[in-house]
């Protein structure tokens, strides 16, 4: 696809899904964002809202993250699924922030993927959404089909996805797309039948075209 294509798709999707909120997850500052991002994995954003503020109001702080008993961490995001590795990412990234970074998070790419439990897709989420920092383009399950589908890219890897929008799309777009694309596929263009016929880009969709090729 040509950027010239991948900008009227943005266009449209744009006017179609305005921006009344910028993100899923409700955060109150970067370690929220940072804790609750990594609880999203394999679960809904509503899901994980449901168990920040009794996450939080027992573990406000990076330090009482890091020092929480593993066991009560697991009782508390129970419902998020995959509780072990998640109760065990979420304290072990609480005490990489304090340890290394002073209790702050850190807003650079390079840090944050030190930290336990975060690849590039976490790591640019919170760039985005705590600090206003776009530095790629977060490819989730929806990112990752849509752009697919469309024809953003021909691969099914995440971070080749990620390139391949990155080259499409200007620095100012990347944070967006994300946005419409989720958007999108909650709305329009689910992993099982998606309403092709009430699609605002399905002339420009890859997809489509191959159906009615099909």
Known sequence: MDSKTAFLIYSRLNDRYPHTETHF????????????TILSAQTTDATVNLVAPSLFARFPTPESLAAADLEEV???????????????????????????FGGRVPATMVELLTIPGVGRKTANIVLNHAFGIDEGIAVDTHVRRLAQRIGFSDSANPDKIEQ???????????????????????????????????CVIRDLCRFVHSEEKG
């Open 74 to 100: 697991e009782i508390i995001i129970h419902r998020t699924g995959f509780y072990h590795a998640k109760a065990r990412h979420i304290t072990g990234a609480a005490r990489a922030i304090v340890e290394r």
């Open 164 to 198: 391949d929008m990155i080259a499409l799309f200007p620095r100012s777009h990347w944070g967006d797309i994300t946005y419409l694309l989720i958007r999108h596929g909650r709305e329009i263009c689910p992993a099982r039948k998606p309403q092709c016929e009430t």
């Open 25 to 36: 997850l409700h955060f109150q500052d970067p370690f929220q964002c940072l804790v609750l």
